[in-house]
């Protein structure tokens, strides 16, 4: 069936580093979703991409997808205690559901 | 405009009782999905209500049933329940056709299955 694969599952920072997360997909994808999940919160949506090479910018993230549209990345500059969590892609599967990577935890290194 | 309300935050059963979820989507949306999310792994689609019928599904057994009510409102219902369902139960709500399935999540309703 349809996977989204994620990587890595955990990246250790320190703060003002730089952090990124990958994602791809075993099918091409029409659109694809970021979320962040806060340390025992749920999920919430961050950005839609669409279009093939899409590049989206949001202060200090910077989001991706491929050309191909099976893969994509959220890349983020200079990391803030704000920014962690786990992030999540997710992709649209059959039956109307979004299938989800199983994330990236961003955490900040004391 | 307020945002998606699920309810009970936790609670814990055990095996083979039954447990009923529910949650209030956020004002001006049509469709609620169903998610299971297990400790360190991403969420699982359950399945997805739409007009007060089920139309969509994902991989659950169908102990796993639910209901969508004229307000939008919907309950999961999970029967014969085993320890493997323990896990955050999110609630999502959405516009359906409105060209993109962008989701707004519940806080979740923790289960724990002894």
């Known amino acids: 069936g349809q996977q989204v694969m994620q990587i890595p599952q955990y990246q250790h920072v320190q703060e003002g580093e730089d952090f990124t997360t990958y994602c791809n997909s075993s099918t091409t994808l029409s659109n694809i979703q970021w979320y962040k999940q806060r340390p025992g919160g749920h999920p919430v949506f961050l950005i839609q991409l669409v279009k093939s090479g899409e590049v989206k910018k949001q202060k200090r993230l910077t989001f991706q997808f491929g050309e191909a549209k099976k893969n994509s990345s959220l890349h983020i500059t200079a990391t803030q205690t704000t920014d962690v969590g786990t992030y999540f892609c997710?992709?649209?599967?059959?039956?109307?559901?979004?299938?989800w990577g199983a994330g990236t935890k961003l955490i900040i290194k004391p | 405009e307020t945002g998606v309300t699920q309810s009970p935050t936790h609670l814990i059963k055990t095996r083979g009782q039954q447990v009923t979820l529910r949650c209030s989507s956020q004002?001006?949306?049509?469709?609620v999905s169903w998610y299971q999310q297990a400790l360190g792994q991403g969420p699982q689609f359950i399945f997805q209500y739409y007009r007060e019928e089920e139309n969509g599904r994902g991989n659950f057994p169908p102990r796993f049933s639910g209901l969508q009510f004229p307000n939008y409102s919907s309950e999961l219902n999970v029967n014969a329940l085993e320890l493997d369902d323990s896990a955050l139960y999110l609630c999502a709500s959405s516009i359906k056709n409105s060209g993109a399935n962008v989701l707004t999540f519940g806080a979740g309703s923790r289960l724990t299955v002894l």
């Open positions: 997710a992709g649209p599967g059959s039956n109307y559901q979004l299938i």
């Open positions: 004002s001006g949306h049509n469709t």
